[in-house]
């Protein structure tokens, strides 16, 4: 069996270890619209879950740059 990083991805996601799952995802997150998009939606429902202004802002921020991303390809 071939493990894959979209494996390790959604098993870090589903278990709750989101830093992990979010330090995997982050390095591609400026160079491919899928890691964008994943990076943003982790760093939302973060903000969501918190409820904190860092947070939020920070959520915000990557939701904005996932859509600049993925208007590049």
């Known amino acids: 069996m ?6 390790v991805r959604h098993y870090l996601f589903l278990n709750n270890r989101f830093s992990d799952a979010i330090n995997l995802i982050h390095p591609w997150s ?5 890691h964008s998009l994943m990076y ?9 879950l918190t ?6 802002q920070i ?6 740059d996932a859509l600049k991303t993925c208007g590049n390809f």
């Open 30 to 34: 400026k160079n491919s619209m899928y």
């Open 51 to 56: 409820f904190e202004p860092q947070d939020l």
């Open 2 to 7: 071939v493990i894959t990083v979209k494996d």
């Open 40 to 48: 943003g939606i982790l760093m939302v429902v973060k903000a969501v």
């Open 59 to 64: 959520g915000m921020m990557a939701a904005k």
